[in-house]
């Protein structure tokens, strides 16, 4: 090797291993600030029994502090590698050690002073950075910088940055100004070491060994909160929130709503939806609300309610199913004993957004990463149960962090919300892959919650939701999968390769023989005479198949799965071939369980035998609607399809001349959406004007 990159590689590992020593500064830095946190906030007595929990904070914490250094080091790594283009007449060393010394000083007190404003934060909200912090911007900005400055010791902290800045500086001056001599002495030793360095630096970047790189939800590691809240760091919180804010702002301008489905006023799209005339002095908006009949049955027997949204729930997948290529699993036994809707559509197609649309009736999604996620709404599916004394209960493997999932839906008047964090700590043997708790621990959990209200002579309403059938599909090793041969026709259909295919049919069969499992211990239990239990899919999975123009149906589709005990069913013989969608599944709940209880008016009771099968519609994402006629894909040019055949498995393009029928498909699906979009709007309307006064 020539002298020449000899000393290349010598300047190279001279600002390496000044490199490192910086990083620790930044690491003792923002440890700091988390001791800080525990000293100000935490209680010793409670940390004290979590011993374990404390050891994986810090683990995480040091991950996601890595993950924001190795960012600001960036500048600094392209610097050194650029190291190996400067002819060698440049004095590189000194070049290097100055842009180190001033550089850092620069990025670690930017770095300071968002920790410093971020503890404030957190004395405030108790948590780090998040979408309240454009508050400052959203609200009278000259009132808060005001109360900023009358609140908190401004003088004193700018006293302290002072004096930070100068000791950052001496300390990074005394750094970069020293030599080192340590390098490899062999040329292919040398040249490893950048290789390694390299590997290194990225995965710090990264933080993380698995599918995805070290995220948000990644901070939730125990049932303690306050734990979780001292994991992440305040800059990675204030770059998430940055990121939220960005991407998911939430048009609440009426005005927009009415022009986009062509209203000239909230009535007229609300009486179109509702098929009748407003009186004159009535709030449209209100019309949205409807109460089910008095019941004294029901009021003197309310049942237990469960709602479950699986995870990638196909409904086309059910098609295929048969003894040797067996997708249901023990769910094949239940069905038996419940209700199967099929010519039935997910509300929307990623799971956040059908949560959210179940959840609180909004076509505006996702509400909890945007600045409206601490709100309490009144379309929350919670609000019936929990204004007539029901346990209300939200239960999911998930990690709570995730999409800012816990804060949100500890808004939507559940008196218990439990994540990952919880089932591991609670339900014996429960193991976890990359999303979450496997579902047979959550759905354990629920059963414990389930039975824990029984015995307290209390009814209770449970939203779970699943995470296992999510790619890269794991499923725990003691679970010994029924037959999975796929037939030779599936094999032929196939997108993707066929060990793809059967990791994903064995989640699928999994996610369902758990269902299939906690239905039949309910219903061979006491608990099985008053317990109604839903459950639907969040979306279809289109990851192995593709999905010709005809297959809208299958495409959108998940199925509706339905047990209600035989006196609660009422002798009712419900048309199972009804197109519906998830906008009917609370409105059919609430009639079923509750006895004189408002609720959003946003979708049918899918047991009406007042609503014949033509008024019946689904519809998905706001924006695609089908029922016996066909179906029509909204647009600033509508698409109109008719059904070819009988058993309405395929479409092809009609117009309006031929199936007129499709017009009032179009005109509801309009009705529809611009009605749930008012009432989310008005929602936040009402909101903040209680949060100004």
Same mark, same amino acid.
């Given at each position: 090797? /020539?002298?020449?990159?000899?000393?290349?590689?010598?300047?190279?590992?001279?600002?390496?291993?000044?490199?490192?020593?910086?990083?620790?500064?930044?690491?003792?830095?923002?440890?700091?600030?988390?001791?800080?946190?525990?000293?100000?906030?935490?209680?010793?007595?409670?940390?004290?029994?979590?011993?374990?929990?404390? #050891?994986?904070?810090?683990?995480?914490?040091?991950?996601?502090?890595?993950?924001?250094?190795?960012?600001?080091?960036?500048?600094?790594?392209?610097?050194?590698?650029?190291?190996?283009?400067?002819?060698?007449?440049?004095?590189?060393?000194?070049?290097?050690?100055?842009?180190?010394?001033?550089?850092?000083?620069?990025?670690?007190?930017?770095?300071?002073?968002?920790?410093?404003?971020?503890?404030?934060?957190?004395?405030?909200?108790?948590?780090?950075?998040?979408? #309240?912090?454009?508050?400052?911007?959203?609200?009278?900005?000259?009132?808060?910088?005001?109360?900023?400055?009358?609140?908190?010791?401004?003088?004193?902290?700018?006293?302290?940055?002072?004096?930070?800045?100068?000791?950052?500086?001496?300390?990074?001056?005394?750094?970069?100004?020293?030599?080192?001599?340590? %390098?490899?002495?062999?040329?292919?030793?040398?040249?490893?070491?950048?290789?390694?360095?390299?590997?290194?630096?990225?995965?710090?970047?990264?933080?993380?060994?698995?599918?995805?790189?070290?995220?948000?939800?990644?901070?939730?590691?125990?049932?303690?909160?306050?734990?979780?809240?001292?994991?992440?760091?305040?800059?990675?919180?204030?770059?998430?929130?940055?990121?939220?804010?960005?991407?998911?702002?939430?048009?609440?301008?009426?005005?927009?709503?009415?022009?986009?489905?062509?209203?000239?006023?909230?009535a007229s799209a609300i009486e179109s939806y509702l098929g009748r005339k407003l009186g004159a002095t009535t709030n449209p908006i209100?019309?949205?609300?409807?109460?089910?009949?008095?019941?004294?049955?029901?009021?003197?027997?309310?049942?237990?309610?469960?709602?479950?949204?699986?995870?990638?729930?196909?409904?086309?997948?059910?098609?295929?199913?048969?003894?040797?290529?067996?997708?249901?699993?023990?769910?094949?036994?239940?069905?038996?004993?419940?209700?199967?809707?099929?010519?039935?559509?997910?509300?929307?197609?990623?799971?956040?957004?059908? #949560?959210?649309?179940? #959840?609180?009736?909004?076509?505006?999604?996702?509400?909890? +990463?945007?600045? @409206?996620?601490?709100?309490?709404?009144?379309?929350?599916?919670?609000?019936?149960?929990?204004?007539?004394? *029901?346990?209300?209960?939200?239960?999911?493997?998930?990690?709570?962090?995730?999409?800012?999932?816990?804060?949100?839906?500890?808004?939507?008047?559940?008196? +218990?919300?439990?994540?990952?964090?919880?089932?591991?700590?609670?339900?014996k043997g429960a193991i976890e892959c990359e999303w979450g708790v496997y579902d047979e621990f959550m759905f354990d959990r629920m059963?414990?919650?389930?039975?824990?209200?029984?015995?307290?002579?209390?009814?209770?309403?449970?939203?779970?939701?699943?995470?296992?059938?999510?790619?890269?599909?794991?499923?725990?090793?003691?679970?010994?999968?029924? %037959?999975?041969?796929?037939?030779?026709?599936?094999?032929?259909?196939?997108?993707?390769?066929?060990?793809?295919?059967?990791?994903?049919?064995?989640?699928? +069969? *999994?996610?369902?023989?758990?269902?299939?499992?906690?239905?039949?211990?309910?219903?061979?239990?006491?608990?099985?005479?008053?317990?109604?239990?839903?459950?639907?899919?969040?979306?279809?999975?289109?990851?192995?198949?593709?999905?010709?123009?005809?297959?809208?149906? +299958?495409?959108?589709?998940?199925?509706?799965?339905?047990?209600?005990?035989?006196?609660?069913?009422?002798?009712?013989?419900?048309?199972?071939?009804?197109?519906?969608?998830?906008?009917?599944?609370?409105?059919?709940?609430?009639?079923?369980?509750?006895?004189?209880?408002?609720?959003?008016?946003?979708?049918?009771?899918?047991?009406?035998?007042?609503?014949?099968?033509?008024?019946?519609?689904?519809?998905?994402? *706001?924006?695609?609607?089908? /029922?016996?006629?066909?179906?029509?894909?909204?647009?600033?040019?509508?698409?109109? @399809?008719?059904?070819?055949?009988?058993?309405?498995?395929?479409?092809?393009?009609?117009?309006?001349?031929?199936?007129?029928?499709?017009?009032?498909?179009?005109?509801?699906?309009?009705?529809?959406?611009?009605?749930?979009?008012?009432?989310?709007?008005?929602?936040?309307?009402?909101?903040?004007?209680?949060?100004?006064?």
């Open positions: 090797m /020539n002298k020449t990159l000899n000393n290349k590689f010598d300047s190279f590992y001279n600002s390496l291993i000044n490199l490192f020593k910086i990083y620790l500064v930044g690491v003792l830095m923002f440890m700091a600030f988390r001791v800080i946190l525990v000293i100000s906030f935490g209680d010793f007595a409670e940390l004290a029994s979590i011993k374990v929990d404390r #050891l994986k904070a810090v683990w995480f914490g040091f991950r996601f502090d890595t993950m924001i250094l190795c960012y600001a080091m960036m500048p600094a790594v392209f610097i050194m590698l650029a190291g190996f283009l400067i002819p060698t007449k440049f004095s590189y060393s000194r070049f290097s050690g100055n842009f180190f010394k001033w550089y850092f000083t620069v990025a670690y007190f930017v770095l300071f002073i968002l920790q410093v404003i971020d503890y404030f934060f957190f004395k405030f909200f108790q948590s780090h950075f998040n979408l #309240l912090v454009f508050g400052i911007i959203d609200d009278d900005t000259k009132a808060v910088m005001e109360s900023v400055w009358t609140d908190y010791p401004i003088i004193w902290i700018s006293l302290m940055l002072i004096a930070f800045l100068f000791l950052l500086y001496w300390t990074l001056k005394r750094i970069t100004k020293k030599e080192h001599s340590f %390098s490899p002495g062999h040329f292919w030793a040398k040249a490893l070491g950048l290789i390694l360095f390299l590997g290194i630096y990225f995965l710090g970047a990264r933080s993380s060994l698995g599918t995805f790189p070290l995220e948000k939800d990644d901070a939730t590691i125990t049932s303690n909160n306050f734990i979780n809240s001292i994991v992440m760091n305040g800059v990675f919180a204030l770059t998430d929130a940055i990121s939220e804010h960005n991407r998911f702002a939430i048009d609440t301008n009426m005005g927009r709503t009415r022009d986009t489905y062509n209203f000239p006023s909230n209100d019309s949205l609300f409807a109460s089910t009949p008095k019941d004294n049955f029901l009021k003197e027997n309310p049942p237990n309610v469960i709602f479950i949204l699986m995870e990638s729930m196909s409904n086309y997948y059910l098609d295929f199913h048969s003894e040797s290529f067996n997708l249901l699993g023990n769910l094949e036994k239940s069905l038996a004993h419940c209700l199967l809707y099929r010519n039935f559509l997910s509300g929307h197609n990623g799971t956040i957004h059908t #949560l959210e649309c179940i #959840l609180i009736n909004t076509p505006l999604t996702p509400m909890s +990463q945007s600045q @409206y996620f601490n709100e309490s709404f009144s379309t929350s599916c919670a609000l019936p149960f929990y204004e007539q004394g *029901y346990h209300t209960a939200f239960i999911t493997g998930a990690k709570l962090g995730w999409r800012n999932l816990g804060l949100f839906v500890g808004n939507q008047y559940f008196k +218990q919300v439990e994540g990952n964090s919880v089932i591991l700590n609670k339900v059963y414990d919650c389930l039975a824990e209200s029984a015995n307290k002579d209390k009814p209770v309403f449970i939203f779970g939701m699943s995470t296992t059938n999510h790619t890269p599909f794991e499923h725990p090793d003691t679970y010994k999968p029924h %037959s999975l041969v796929i037939p030779k026709n599936v094999i032929g259909m196939l997108r993707t390769n066929k060990d793809i295919a059967a990791k994903n049919f064995t989640n699928y +069969q *999994y996610a369902n023989d758990c269902l299939g499992n906690f239905i039949e211990k309910i219903r061979n239990s006491p608990l099985g005479e008053n317990t109604i239990i839903a459950a639907s899919g969040d979306h279809n999975t289109l990851q192995l198949f593709d999905y010709a123009d005809g297959q809208l149906l +299958q495409k959108r589709s998940v199925p509706l799965v339905l047990y209600v005990p035989e006196k609660y069913l009422k002798n009712k013989k419900p048309d199972i071939k009804v197109f519906a969608s998830q906008k009917d599944i609370f409105p059919t709940i609430f009639n079923l369980a509750l006895s004189d209880a408002k609720y959003p008016n946003l979708g049918y009771n899918l047991f009406d035998e007042n609503i014949s099968r033509e008024d019946f519609f689904a519809v998905n994402a *706001y924006n695609t609607a089908m /029922n016996d006629y066909g179906a029509v894909l909204l647009g600033d040019t509508p698409l109109f @399809y008719k059904w070819t055949t009988s058993d309405k498995k395929t479409l092809v393009a009609t117009t309006l001349a031929e199936t007129p029928q499709l017009r009032n498909l179009l005109e509801k699906t309009k009705a529809y959406s611009a009605s749930a979009t008012l009432l989310i709007q008005k929602d936040i309307e009402k909101q903040q004007k209680s949060d100004k006064k």
